[in-house]
């Protein structure tokens, strides 16, 4: 059995003795205790580290409120963002559509999977935007499009920057062809973001896959990832079984996209607040250049159809 195997093996074990000890979700959400590589760990330990395992160095998923948190704002707020009609569709399977929105919205306090929020990060005002996996895989429907759009439209209208931190499935199947929609709508705000020259840095989180990698989450100017994350389109045996060849064992990892062009630099949590800051300092002195050297074609163009006139 090789190395991979062993700790394989070890965490499944680990994880079979928690499930056994706490044998409902709820019971093992309230409990004191988590697992990563080492076996069991306490929650408290693992927040003090910003949820960031100290063996192993695992990048543990958090909520948007936690992560904002975390960032060190000197202050935040949450905004209220849209909220289409539910179930569009009346999907059910083995459970309805409005079942799971409902059991989400308990178990997260959030109305839709994205959140949006207006604060001052060292200095520098940004509206920042993140998705919480534990409301329906992060997946994205109507809610999360309009949420995300009208972030963008608020970074315009305030004129700051916008950073958005994205993780989940992809599009949501409950509202098919709506959800599919949001991959062009999210994409046009961008656009429009761009258009305005305000910077858009996005930080992947695990895991970023489906029609959220295909859309507005690979557009920022700068691609951050946390480490070990998992970024992909297509699942890695989808990709397996089309290409015919056996894949590295670090595919769709964010170190391999690294080395691949897709993520531009890897950056632990810890540090994140003051990669975000720099770089913010570097894009927003670029962009204010841009825009005085635009005035100043402007003004040009102006006096010359002055003295036309
Ligand atoms: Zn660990």
Redesign the pocket.
Known sequence: MNWINKIKKLGESIKQNINKKFPTRSERESSAWTS???GP?LKKELEENLFV??????HHRISPKQRFDLLGFSNYEILKTPIPKDDPLGWIDTKSYKDRLKDARKKTNQDCAVVIAKGNLRGIDITIGATNFNFIGGSSGAAETEAIVYGVQHAIDNKTPFVFFPCGGGQRMFESPIALAGMTKTTLAINELKKNNLPYLVCFTDPTAGGITASFAMLGDIQFSEPGALIAFAGRRVVQATVKEELPPDFQTAEFLLKHGFVDRIVERKNLASEIKLLLSLLLKKNSEVNSENNEQTSDINIQTREAS
Not at 53 to 58: A, D, E, G, Q, S
């Open positions: 990563c590589c080492k760990l395992c100290p063996h192993c160095n695992k």
